[in-house]
């Protein structure tokens, strides 16, 4: 009778355990690597599982922590948040360790048991028992190289080493078989980067290719900045390695020093995670999972087969951590490493989510994505040269569903060595989403965007305090924050896409439907525009922002206001704006001159502003801006510790700038302040405006040199060669084949990359008809004209 009370009692207790009494109360779940999954999940009793624990917090009334001993946790399968594990919004879940033990949840597999004999060369082996993916290796927690040529070379600019011969014939003829292999190759515009698996060699000895779509603009590979990774003849350096699927033998080059009897070889299995599945209808709602360390998921290069919109992006949408139909769900405070593909996505529908005081770093491709269901964008297009008939848009403003983010926010988090593997990247990517926060984030050391706006679909963001810097370090023709907006209305025929502005006011805004606040950032861009808004961009309010180096550009768009922000050592680059853009600014220091590009009117303002010296304000003038602006020294507190405040009775005081806070960009937590890089600030360079190129009259033509970034991005040429036409006169022999903005790549069969080779060119006809050859609305026009000798 006694056993049966003593059963009685403890089921009794076991019961209030898993239902506490009132809402308030809490529940500790316990999970280790040394527990059980029948035990009760206490502290001393603990389950084996994450999934074990959350069947039974499915149970369990109030509050409920699923607490981790330390260690490293690896799953063969993602932990799946569904309806089913959502929590009332006083009763929430959250997953983290037990008194600040360091838990590691890996995608890896450990190599138990392997055991190594000398190959040749350095080189060493050891057969593997299991079937595993090794898409990499780790070795120690180190990231080791798949063979490779060229060799890894940690000081390249480009791909961590490149060469214009890695997949040519003579190279391939070294490789035995070399399907399996990767190419990967920044694209022949650096607009991003594309990859293919080789699947063999054809009858002439060159590889055969596969792949290639994982850029919007598929433009092919560039010419130079290519290399070929996973070839067993290209392993012949430490710290590379090659797995043969067939054999399952793993071959390693190891460092001199390295034991490998006592390392730790490790290799990723999968690619999410943690997901959180659910739907508008039956969402996952108010769980979070906090103080992790999250590390080990395969590369998904081959996957990133998604077109967003016309964006130049494609993309894969999953990652490390996967939102969709999620509600109420944060990421705080976790560190997320080494993994091969995006850390954070938050895909189709979610609300009121967070990701904040993280550290995110040695990233494959972006930080944290959030990208809606194309099938709430009304009259959407893909790639860059679709378009839809005005007649056909669909005029309706703003989304046709909820199938996307809103209200969600990224805050404190410090990112950086992103995008190891995917250059088409950015720390944070914006797509078809609404009302993001991004704020006090630190990010630097990225190829490509800190901040990526892929289109105006729905407008709504705050993009404030956050610090970037060391972008664009292996791309071109960017920003640190960078936007496009190629929405509905949006063709890249420009002729056609002024007109259909002009014609209907206000299509602009259909989808940017609210505006997109830039305010109290600090942006450094070395390759690229601090910030650029390029394409159709729309509906901005710019002000506030400290540019270190690159600039401000706008390309044509409506409803842009630039107001209050200083650009150290650049300038303001408008480039082919709308006649009825309705752009203004005002209020803003510039380091150099304007430098305008096919700007025919100046929108609704561009007065009161700072220019470094007479000359430029003088030039602004001429062109019809400017009339309340003023100029003198820049004189700033204190540049060389970042403070560029301007000092009492600074001419740019009269004007109407008002000095901002210098001491709040990026992350707060002191944990991440302290590790966090800081930007170099330049040294001030008082100058007049950049020399003018020399221009000259073609067939009725006004032309020059295309010689700058600014005229590059404004044409969209792949590299800053050719001649580029500034206008055309009516009547001309030159105004029946040349528009404004045109770029003259070749002429009477020679190649023209500069005014020089033009005019040879021309000198050298000696018929009456010839060739032309030039480049608009980013694609090459072969042309026969008559020459009058």
Not at 187 to 199: C, K, L, P
Not at 653 to 676: E, H, P, T
Request: charged fraction near 20%.
């Amino acid at each position: 009778m006694q056993k049966v009370k003593n059963l009685i009692i403890t089921a009794v207790l076991f019961a209030a355990f898993l239902w506490p009494v009132g809402s308030n109360a809490q529940t500790n779940l316990y999970v280790s690597l040394s527990g059980n999954d029948s035990n009760p999940g206490t502290q001393s009793k603990p389950f084996a599982s994450i999934n074990r624990a959350m069947i039974t917090a499915r149970k369990v009334f109030g509050t409920v922590f699923i607490r981790l001993y330390g260690g490293t946790y690896y799953l063969s399968d993602p932990v799946v948040f569904s309806a089913a594990d959502s929590r009332k919004d006083n009763e929430p879940l959250t997953l983290t360790t037990v008194d600040h033990q360091e838990v590691i949840i890996s995608g890896g597999a450990k190599l138990d048991g392997l055991n190594w004999t000398a190959y040749k060369n350095g080189i060493w082996q050891a057969k593997v028992g299991h079937d595993f993916v090794f898409d990499e290796l780790f070795v120690n927690g180190k990231l080791q190289h798949m063979a490779r040529y060229p060799n890894y070379d940690p000081s390249a600019q480009f791909l961590g080493g490149a060469a214009a011969d890695a997949i040519s014939k003579e190279r391939a003829a070294r490789w035995k078989s070399p399907a399996g292999g990767y190419v990967h190759a920044l694209h022949s515009a650096r607009w991003g980067d594309f990859h293919y698996i080789i699947t063999g060699k054809d009858s002439s000895g060159n590889p055969i290719l596969e792949g290639g779509w994982q850029n919007n603009r598929r433009s092919g590979m560039h010419e130079k900045y290519r290399y070929v990774e996973n070839v067993f003849e290209e392993l012949d350096t430490v710290n590379e390695w090659f797995y043969n699927k067939k054999t399952k033998i793993l071959y390693y080059f190891p460092p001199k020093g390295l034991d490998l009897k006592t390392a730790k070889f490790e290799t990723p299995q999968i690619a999410h995670l943690f997901e959180f599945k659910g739907t508008e209808e039956k969402p996952v709602k108010n769980i979070a999972i906090s103080g992790l360390t999250l590390t080990g998921t395969v590369r998904t290069f081959m996957q990133n087969k998604e077109p967003l919109l016309r964006s130049d992006w494609t993309i894969y949408r999953g990652g490390a951590v996967l939102y969709e139909g999620a509600v109420h769900c944060r990421l705080a405070n976790c560190v997320l490493r080494d993994l091969g593909n995006n850390a954070v996505f938050f895909s189709k529908f979610n609300r009121d989510c967070e990701v904040s005081g993280c550290r995110i770093f040695e990233i494959g491709a972006s930080g944290i994505c959030f990208v809606g269901d194309p099938g709430a964008v009304r009259s959407p297009s893909f790639e860059y040269n679709e378009y839809i008939p005005p007649a056909e848009i669909d005029r309706t403003p703003g989304p046709k569903t909820n199938n996307y983010p809103k209200d969600c926010k990224v805050y404190d988090n410090l990112m950086f060595n992103l995008g190891y593997v995917e250059k088409q990247s950015a720390g944070v990517e914006l797509s078809m989403c609404q009302d993001i926060v991004v704020s006090h984030n630190t990010i630097y050391d990225v190829p490509r965007a800190g901040i990526n706006v892929s289109e105006g679909t729905w407008g709504g963001h705050i993009i404030e305090y956050n610090d970037l810097f060391n972008t664009v370090k292996e791309t071109g023709d960017h920003g640190s924050f960078n936007s496009w907006g190629r929405d509905r209305y949006w063709q890249a025929d420009k002729k056609k896409l002024d007109s259909i502005v002009a014609e209907n006011p206000g299509i602009a805004l259909l989808d940017a439907v609210k505006p997109i606040i830039l305010r109290n950032n600090r942006f450094r861009c070395d390759h690229g525009w601090d910030i650029d808004l390029d394409d159709g961009s729309s509906n901005y309010l710019i002000y506030n922002n400290l540019c270190l180096n690159g600039g401000i550009k706008l390309r044509e768009g409506v409803s842009r206001v630039v107001e209050n922000n200083i650009m150290v050592n650049n300038t303001f680059h408008p480039h082919v704006w709308f006649k009825n853009s309705g752009d203004l600014f005002r209020h803003n220091i510039v380091g150099t001159g304007y430098l305008p590009i096919g700007i025919a009117t100046w929108g609704k303002e561009v007065d009161y502003n700072d220019f470094p010296d007479s000359v430029s304000l003088a030039e602004a003038r001429l062109r019809g801006t400017d009339s309340h602006s003023v100029h003198g020294p820049l004189t700033f507190e204190n540049p060389e510790r970042g403070d560029f405040r301007v000092k009492q009775g600074a001419a740019a005081l009269s004007a109407g700038f008002k000095n901002f806070a210098m001491d709040s960009f990026g992350v707060v937590s002191a944990r991440l302040k302290a590790i966090a890089k800081k930007p170099i600030f330049p040294a001030v360079v008082i100058a007049n405006n950049l020399s003018k190129d020399d221009i000259t009259d073609f067939m009725g033509a006004r032309v020059k040199n295309l010689g700058t970034a600014g005229e590059q991005s404004a044409t969209g040429m792949d590299q800053i060669r050719g001649v580029l036409v500034l206008s055309v006169t009516h009547g001309s022999a030159a105004s029946k084949l040349l528009q404004a903005n045109d770029v003259i790549l070749t002429f009477n069969g020679r190649q023209v990359n500069n005014l020089k080779d033009l005019l040879e060119a021309r000198s050298a006809v000696t018929g009456k008809n010839t060739e032309i050859v030039i480049f608009r609305n980013q694609h090459q026009l072969k042309q026969k004209i008559e020459i009058k000798m």
